[in-house]
Nanobody, 123 residues
Framework: QVRMVESGGGLVQPGGSLRLSCAAS????????MAWFRQAPGKERETVAA????????WLVDSVKGRFTISKDNAKDTMYLQMNSLKPEDTAVYYC????????????????WGQGTQVTVSS
């Protein structure tokens, strides 16, 4: 069974940093391509970062390049999203997700996802 639990969200001032974690069930990270997506109220879900099952491929949406980093530790069954220089427009619920197709992940089409963690960027 595929399960993922996100943590690390919170309230942060503009320019601040947060590190999100996604604890996944055993072998998920080495079996699926993984992603972080976000959804703000009234907006469609948006994939912000993705990492291939082998760890060799990584992708970031243009709006977060230079600020966010995606990584994972298969031994710990945990994926991370380091978010720096946060902006108010980054405010959303952030979800980790898994999928069997890289291109579907980039299109915000996932097979599995967690319950999400709220990130609020505000002064």
């Amino acid at each position: 069974q595929v399960r993922m639990v996100e943590s690390g969200g919170g309230l942060v001032q503009p320019g601040g940093s947060l590190r999100l974690s996604c604890a996944a069930s055993r072998s998920v990270l080495s079996s699926y391509d993984m992603a972080w997506f976000r959804q703000a109220p009234g907006k469609e879900r948006e994939t912000v970062a993705a990492i291939g099952w082998s760890g060799d491929s990584a992708w970031l949406v243009d709006s977060v390049k230079g600020r966010f980093t995606i990584s994972k530790d298969n031994a710990k069954d945990t994926m991370y999203l380091q978010m720096n220089s946060l902006k108010p427009e980054d405010t959303a619920v952030y979800y980790c997700a898994a999928g069997s197709s890289w291109y579907k992940l980039l299109s915000a089409d996932f097979d599995y996802w967690g319950q999400g963690t709220q990130v609020t960027v505000s002064s």
